[in-house]
């Protein structure tokens, strides 16, 4: 085991990590830095079918922030993207910092940090399995953590869903509407994934029933079609149940 006190350790290289990269590789704080990454690439949820497994994205995902908001300082996006960039354009401004400030070598792609543990006499003790089974432990002095949480779906629990016949499918797992052709879709939910998903399932889908709380109101009324429609009664042989993360922070 090797111990490196003097280091810290990044975990995920995804928007949060790259940055926490930078700012320990500009400012010399005294520690150098690993940084792991389950995936063969930077970017994490912004990464579309990102390898690791665990990105939330779906082929039509944009920011729903502007870029003059979203984007480092340190490193701006480029000029000619739009004030709203798709993840596509988000996933090469993420490359594009790690290249620009050489941080590429410094990340230990598909490497899966398994357990981190504080040690009694200081430190962290961090276990890492790389893609080829091989697991080594390190001690670091620190230990920063940006492995996000939109990896982790939260699947609502209400009465009679073990009784539902057709398919139930959380957000986090889709990509795309095709699949939902001619189909009634019902999504539960009113944060920026089902409202994203509400209207594009809308334009494939057969008619179907958008359901909210009559108390909730839409995050952004730009996610809002003619597509669908708010009821607060039952839909009927509903064949789609979709279950979006409410308020999670991502469109």
């Not at 502007?66 to 480029?78: D, F």
């Not at 699947?155 to 095709?178: E, I, L, M, N």
Request: charged letters at 20%; glycine letters at 12%; aromatic letters at 10%.
């Amino acid at each position: 085991m090797a111990v490196r006190t003097d280091r810290a350790c990044v975990i995920g290289a995804g928007s949060s990590g790259i940055a926490s990269c930078q700012v320990l590789n500009a400012r010399g704080v005294g520690f150098g830095f690993d940084c792991f990454e389950a995936g063969s690439r930077v970017g994490g949820n912004w990464r579309y079918l990102n390898d690791n497994g665990m990105s939330s994205a779906y082929r039509s995902l944009h920011i729903n922030t502007s870029r003059q908001l979203m984007q480092y300082a340190a490193y701006p996006m480029p000029a000619d993207y739009p004030t709203y960039p798709g993840h596509a354009q988000i996933a090469g401004y993420f490359d594009n910092y790690v290249d620009h400030f050489g941080l590429r070598e410094k990340i230990a792609f598909q490497t899966t940090v398994e357990s981190v543990e504080p040690r009694s006499g200081g430190g962290f003790e961090v276990n890492v399995r790389a893609v080829d089974g091989d697991r080594r432990t390190d001690t670091y002095g620190a230990v920063l953590v940006a492995n996000g949480h939109h990896w982790d779906p939260r699947w609502p629990v209400f009465p009679g869903a073990d009784g539902f016949t057709g398919r139930q499918r959380h957000s986090h797992d889709y990509k795309t509407p095709d699949d939902l052709a001619d189909r009634r879709v019902l999504v539960l939910g009113i944060g920026n994934s089902a409202c994203d998903l509400a209207v594009e399932s809308s334009r494939t889908a057969a008619p179907y029933v958008r359901s909210w709380p009559s108390a909730a109101a839409p995050t952004s009324s730009r996610n809002i079609s003619s597509g669908c429609r708010q009821t607060t009664s039952r839909p009927r042989r509903s064949r789609t149940v979709h279950c979006g993360h409410s308020g999670s922070g991502w469109r």
